[in-house]
């Protein structure tokens, strides 16, 4: 076969991998016809070939236009009449085209030698009438080295004996070992394969010819191996070059530190690789491209390749072959739990179809079909589970507390200053909800500083005028401390107004011995009207005489199970959730469809603003200097380090990293705190108390530092990989300074300074509106960055995106239709649906 010939065969059967989408050859086949015409004639000696020239042509012209139904066929007759001629005329192999065609060829180092192998020049007519697309010729099997470069898959009998619940350890070549690198990923059993989805997708379809490659492109092309040598590059690392040619040109690709590729790469072998065209010495290279033998079903390339989040000691090529095994398995055997008129309505992907097309899409379109399916299951899960904790919750019988008209305005007369209007029409909201049998069920959300406390001191000063209890629970003892403090000061007022004392006490994990039992005696006696605490308060030794009212502070810090045991701490007592994190209204609605929700958007008279700047990483030095400065006035700071890897321990080593550097060559005078996420509660309450208590100047923190700490004199904020963090994020940083009568200031430094970087940045330096924020967030946020547990503390969802409102407000009127057909999902169409939410929730933390 002429290799122009061949080399077109190639690329239809590339065609016919990617689906007849016209994508194999960028530009299209039309705009491939020419260039191939011109270097098919040069070659052609018979007239036959000249004629079956003039026709691919004209074919190739035309296939745009071609039906997507009739490609199949028309690229079937295309390959029929490219081996036709081959049977009448002289066979010319690649490596010899490529000795006639070289003008464009980037130069080798040295003379590749012709690879012993016999060519095949003939192709049965038999062969291509039982294949619909027949593969250009027929190709010597080799065997790979038996390592990690392996792309041979799990066939169904490897997971016959398995569900999907079973442990990875189940599956073949998975040793213990390797199941505690995936356990670090998240991945512990064969399901968690199909939920661990790709963070980007690397688009590898268009296929070059070698002489047309450019450098530093993403490219992919069909080679045939020339030569392959072994040597030691400086370091002692083990270099593999091979040689590749398709007809056009010879390129060079390499790899480091793999030397079983020297006995796998053998003369005559044909490949597909799929990388980033580098340049070295002048000349085109490929520098560790992903690779695969040209007859194998490709998953490392020619394609739209997935990649996904590593840890150490796991490549991409092992992930993506073992996630293609169990998706090519159990995608086909998942239950589709969505009723079909529900799917057939919304125009939704099945989910065996979403299930392949998330991990391995066949084009752009599939990929979002893909995910728009799966986002859609992750919201409907959430809609139907936090509407069925509202219609539970709501027939449920509580009491009523009675308000006179005048209790309010007397309460808000002993304060020391006025509300604001959001302030106020918040807790009227409050007031009506509290006076009646219904119990209340509602969130309350407050930018950083709004004054969401005292208007939930004034909700718990009306259970106690009634006869009844209150506590508050906060995630940390500092923070408790603070609403006691605040709280005690405030009630010695409210107390003399109504001629009685408000008692107030105070339980945590430090309150033990005899003065933790004398204060549970008070508090089941019903001496003590309001409990302020931590996680201690929820115990089972806790009990209150007559609790009426629950508030749960920064509520996504909690679990169902502890905001349950708080309600069972008394008769389905009235419940108030407050956070600081600003969501959007329609997100907040939408995810917290159980709440009746009260937004305070208007910050109180007097509080001076937070001065914020955006640095470049030159600017680092600007920053220690001015740090220096506030500290030489008696004020401390807070420097914020990023999460830079995805590393189990990366957060733990880049904070004690930061810290020592710091402490050593910047701030070698000053006495630095360290807190990050793997130390124990005590330990980072013990950091948080002599920061507070101004034993250190400077806290070093991962994004842990704790939400709602309250150290006045702290006037600066540092945010080291600014650029790193979401909107919602950085604001909330920037809220742990500016709490005293100093001026304050919240600096962001950026490590890496992109356009999107810079628009991010500055529009945290133009506002202290969190609400405007968390509105700027949801508007510039592209595909690929996701709300979840570490931008807003919503659940972890994995696959919605902050500009999915659309699909929010559709999940959210889908669980209305569905409850109002079947609100216990009972009917035979329903049962795959309640398992699904039931699984759902049993892994997701309570939203209410």
Not at 229 to 247: A, E
């Amino acid at each position: 076969m002429l290799s122009t010939f061949d080399k077109l065969s190639r690329m239809l059967t590339q065609e016919k991998r990617l689906g007849y989408k016209n994508k194999a050859i960028m530009g299209g086949f039309e705009k491939l016809a020419p260039n191939w015409s011109e270097e098919a004639r040069q070659e052609a000696s018979t007239e036959n070939e000249r004629r079956v020239i003039e026709e691919v042509v004209e074919d190739l012209q035309n296939y745009p236009n071609i039906d997507d139904a009739d490609r199949p066929t028309f690229v079937h007759q295309i390959l029929v009449k490219l081996h036709k001629p081959d049977k009448q005329s002289t066979s010319h192999t690649a490596v010899n085209n490529k000795q006639e065609n070289n003008n464009n060829t980037p130069p080798v180092q040295d003379s590749p030698r012709k690879p012993e192998v016999k060519q095949e020049t003939k192709v049965q007519e038999a062969e291509v009438t039982r294949d619909s697309t027949p593969r250009p010729s027929t190709r010597r099997k080799t065997t790979r080295a038996s390592t990690g470069a392996s792309t041979q898959y799990s066939s169904d009998k490897d997971y016959a004996s398995t569900g999907l619940d079973s442990p990875v350890t189940k599956l073949p070549g998975i040793k213990d070992g390797m199941a505690r690198k995936l356990a670090n990923l998240g991945i512990f059993c064969i399901e968690d394969f199909l939920k661990h989805y790709p963070r980007r997708y690397d688009d590898y379809r268009a296929l070059k010819p070698i002489n047309q490659l450019e450098y530093n492109e993403d490219a992919t092309i069909i080679g045939q191996v020339w030569e392959t040598r072994k040597r030691q590059s400086r370091g002692n690392r083990t270099l593999i070059t091979t040689i590749l040619t398709d007809g056009t040109a010879t390129i060079e690709a390499t790899w480091f530190n793999q030397p079983w590729l020297e006995k796998t790469f053998k003369p005559g072998m044909e490949l597909v690789l799929s990388g980033r065209v580098e340049q070295y010495l002048g000349r085109l290279t490929f520098q560790s491209p992903e690779w695969e033998e040209l007859d194998k079903d490709l998953v490392h390339t020619g394609r739209l390749v997935p990649v996904y989040p590593l840890t150490q000691g796991i490549t991409s090529k092992w992930l993506r072959k073992q996630i293609r095994g169990v998706v090519n398995y159990w995608s086909r055997r998942l239950p589709d739990y969505l009723p079909d008129d529900s799917r057939e309505r919304l125009n939704m992907m099945t989910l065996e179809e979403a299930s392949r097309q998330i991990h391995f899409p066949d084009d752009w379109e599939k990929l979002e079909e893909a995910r728009r399916r799966l986002a859609f299951d992750e919201l409907l899960m959430i809609q139907l589970g936090v509407l069925r904790q509202r219609i539970e919750w709501r027939a449920q019988e509580g009491q009523a507390l009675p308000v006179a008209p005048d209790t309010v305005a007397r309460i808000l007369e002993t304060l020391p200053f006025q509300l604001t209007g959001a302030q106020r029409r918040a807790l009227d909201e409050i007031v009506a909800d509290v006076q009646t049998t219904v119990p209340m069920s509602r969130l309350l959300q407050g930018d950083v500083g709004s004054g969401k406390t005292v208007v939930s001191l004034i909700a718990m000063v009306l259970a106690v005028l009634d006869g009844g209890q209150a506590a508050i629970l906060a995630p940390t003892e500092i923070l408790a401390e603070q609403h006691y403090k605040g709280m005690e000061r405030l009630l010695a007022a409210i107390g003399e107004a109504f001629g009685r004392t408000v008692t107030i006490k105070m339980l945590t994990g430090s309150v033990t011995g005899a003065q933790r039992k004398a204060l549970l005696e008070e508090l089941a006696q019903g001496q003590i009207d309001i409990l302020v605490g931590t996680h201690a308060i929820i115990q089972g030794n806790v009990g209150f005489k007559d609790l009426r009212l629950a508030v749960i502070d920064e509520q996504h810090r909690f679990g169902v199970e502890q905001r349950s045991a708080l309600r069972d701490k008394g008769f389905n007592p009235h419940m108030l959730v407050m956070t600081a994190t600003p969501i959007p209204r329609t997100l907040a609605l939408t995810l917290y469809g159980d709440l009746d929700l009260s937004i305070i958007d208007e910050m109180p008279p007097g509080r001076k603003p937070i001065k914020t700047r955006w640095l470049t990483p030159q600017e680092r030095e600007r920053a220690y200097s001015f740090i220096k400065s506030q500290i030489q006035k008696g004020r401390q700071a807070f420097i914020i380090c990023p999460l830079v890897e995805e590393s189990e321990n990366s957060e733990a080593r880049s904070a004690i990293e930061e810290h020592g550097r710091l402490q050593k060559q910047v701030f070698f005078r000053l006495k630095l705190g360290l807190l990050h996420g793997r130390m124990k509660s005590a330990e980072k309450e013990k950091v948080m108390k002599e920061f507070n208590d101004q034993k250190s100047q400077i806290l070093v923190s991962t994004s842990v530092v704790e939400v709602g700490i309250d150290v006045p004199n702290a006037s600066v904020m540092l945010v080291e990989g600014a650029n790193r963090f979401g909107l919602a994020q950085l604001h909330q940083f920037r809220g742990r300074v500016g709490r005293g009568e100093h001026d304050s200031y919240c600096l962001l430094l950026a490590d890496k300074v992109t356009d999107e970087a810079k628009e991010r940045l500055q529009a945290v330096e133009r506002t202290t509106n969190g609400f405007e924020l968390a509105e700027s967030d949801l508007k510039m946020r592209g595909p690929g960055e996701f709300f979840g547990t570490r931008q807003s503390g919503l659940p972890d969802l994995k696959l919605v995106q902050l500009t999915d409102v659309k699909l929010l407000e559709l999940a959210r009127e889908e669980a209305r239709i569905i409850f109002e057909k079947d609100e216990n999902l009972e009917q035979p169409h329903h049962r795959l649906l309640a398992r699904q939410v039931e699984n759902f929730w049993n892994n997701k933390s309570d939203l209410s």
